[in-house]
């Protein structure tokens, strides 16, 4: 599985943006998709996953309640949207694929895509 990250851009603070992860591969359906972000200097850090089907989520708590991850395996993407943007959300975000759901560690997912840069403006 190929995945393609997009969506980021600049952003002032208290804005939207929708992120996309696009994949390429017949067995998308199959794979749990998660997003991390990296933020300069800081480890990646888990953000939110969705399982195979769609039907379950599961956030981290600095963005649950902004963030909705979502998807369309007819589509092979999920999409993050994030509202209510903060300057802290600033990073790289990259969306993954793997077998278990829910996971959050960087370890678990088998494939990744390159990063997209959100910048949010104070």
């Known amino acids: 599985v190929q995945l393609q990250a997009s969506g980021g851009g600049l952003v002032q603070a208290g804005g939207s943006l929708r992120l996309s992860c696009v994949a390429s591969g017949r067995t998308f359906s199959s794979y749990a998709v998660g997003w991390f972000r990296q933020a300069p200097g800081k480890e990646r850090e888990f953000v939110a996953t969705?399982?195979?089907?769609?039907?379950?989520?599961y956030y981290a708590g600095s963005v649950k309640g902004r963030s909705t991850i979502s998807r369309d395996n007819a589509e092979n993407t999920v999409y993050l949207q994030m509202n209510s943007l903060k300057f802290e959300d600033t990073a790289v975000y990259y969306c993954a694929a793997g077998f278990r759901f829910p996971v959050v560690g960087a370890e678990t997912y088998e494939y990744w895509g390159q990063g997209t840069l959100v910048t949010v403006s104070s």
């Open positions: 969705i399982n195979w089907s769609g039907d379950s989520t």
